[in-house]
Nanobody
Framework: VQLQASGGGLVQAGGSLRLSCAAS????????MGWFRQAPGKERVIVAA????????YYADSVKGRFTISRDIAKNTMYLQMNSLKPEDTAVYYC??????????????WGQGTQVTVSS
């Protein structure tokens, strides 16, 4: 499956953004999926995940209560709604197929991701 993340931008602290991850080639509903981010000088980390059925989700402690992962099966697109953004959320965000148990990406093609910048 080919994935393309989009929707990033510049926002003030406390603001909101919605990221999209459009899939082509295969149905998103066939996979466990995750959103990752990489801040400058730091490792790429997972921030949210959703099972193939949509029945379970995972959030990193740093985003719990502020971010929501979801999918639109008809549009074959996954979303990350980000509210109450903080400057520390500034990063390049990526989407990938994952192993839900380990939270690791499976054969990711990270591409350019989408830049989220939160100003204070």
């Amino acid at each position: 499956v080919q994935l393309q993340a989009s929707g990033g931008g510049l926002v003030q602290a406390g603001g909101s953004l919605r990221l999209s991850c459009a899939a082509s080639g295969r149905m998103l509903s066939s996979y466990h999926m995750g959103w990752f981010r990489q801040a400058p000088g730091k490792e790429r980390v997972i921030v949210a995940a959703i099972t193939w059925s949509g029945s379970s989700t995972y959030y990193a402690d740093s985003v719990k209560g502020r971010f929501t992962i979801s999918r639109d099966i008809a549009k074959n697109t996954m979303y990350l709604q980000m509210n109450s953004l903080k400057p520390e959320d500034t990063a390049v965000y990526y989407c990938a197929v994952i192993n839900y148990s380990t939270r690791n990406a499976i054969n990711p093609n990270w591409g350019q991701g989408t830049q989220v910048t939160v100003s204070s």
